[in-house]
């Protein structure tokens, strides 16, 4: 079974563009969760869809936004974007959006704002 | 309050055991996870623990959960190369999907 895919691996924006990550689950896998890692505040939850629904979100600006399609892909978007977005996104899927399902994690998108 | 804590940075000889040592304050926890991650890499499941268990183990890794102290171990037997790397711990709080992680420990095996 293939893992979790991030499109695209590397990205380069300057600030005030807008940005689209994207995330494909585990084959069968309903919920995707999205982090961001920086050095300074480490992993931190973005938030997470089930079924094409916002379950979860944490403490992000709206410029910060996602969703999910009916295949459980799901895109976050970054809107205005600002030196400090710089980071790695990390997608997460699980099977279902239970508390006993394991988190599995793709390779991230490296975002870099100039 | 959430709040994972985590030493920094760990040395250890080929062959030798490692100890990561992790401290969590919300003592509602449901679930603690161990994950790896190298360099250019997303996160590994290493493994995870109930918060009503003690110890887990799983071949080389072995998990001891002290809720009095709300500290949490992760043990590496036989510490190999290929084991260097970041180690975080993170907790799901009520069961929630929103994993708090600790900031990372790095695991560095010296041959």
């Known amino acids: 079974k293939a893992g979790v895919t991030q499109t695209p691996r590397y990205l380069i924006k300057t600030r005030g563009q807008q940005v689209t990550l994207s995330c494909s689950p585990i084959?069968?896998?309903?919920?995707v969760s999205w982090y961001q890692q920086t050095p300074g505040q480490g992993l931190q939850f973005l938030f997470e869809y089930f079924s094409e629904t916002q379950r979860n979100k944490g403490n992000f600006p709206g410029r910060f936004s996602g969703r999910q399609f009916s295949n459980s892909r799901s895109e976050m978007n970054v809107s205005t974007l600002e030196l400090g977005d710089s980071a790695l996104y990390l997608c997460?899927?699980?099977?279902?959006?239970?508390?006993?399902?394991?988190?599995?994690f793709g390779p991230g998108t490296r975002l870099t704002v100039l | 309050g959430e709040d994972v804590e985590q030493s920094l940075f760990l040395s250890v000889r080929e062959g030798d055991s490692s100890v990561i040592n992790c401290t969590y304050t919300?003592?509602?926890?449901?679930?603690l996870y161990w994950y790896k991650q190298e360099p250019g890499a997303g996160l590994q499941l290493l493994t995870y623990i109930f918060s009503n268990m003690d110890m887990k183990q799983d071949q080389r890794l072995t998990v001891l959960l002290n809720k009095k102290d709300k500290h949490l171990s992760l043990r590496i037997a036989d510490t190999q190369t290929g084991d260097s790397a970041i180690y975080f711990c993170?907790?799901?709080?009520?069961?929630?999907?929103?994993?708090?992680f600790g900031s990372g420990t790095r695991l560095q095996v010296q041959p």
């Open positions: 997460a899927s699980s099977l279902t959006s239970g508390k006993t399902d394991t988190q599995y």
């Open positions: 084959s069968g896998h309903r919920s």
């Open positions: 993170a907790e799901s709080i009520g069961g929630r999907r929103a994993l708090t």
């Open positions: 919300d003592s509602s926890s449901t679930y």
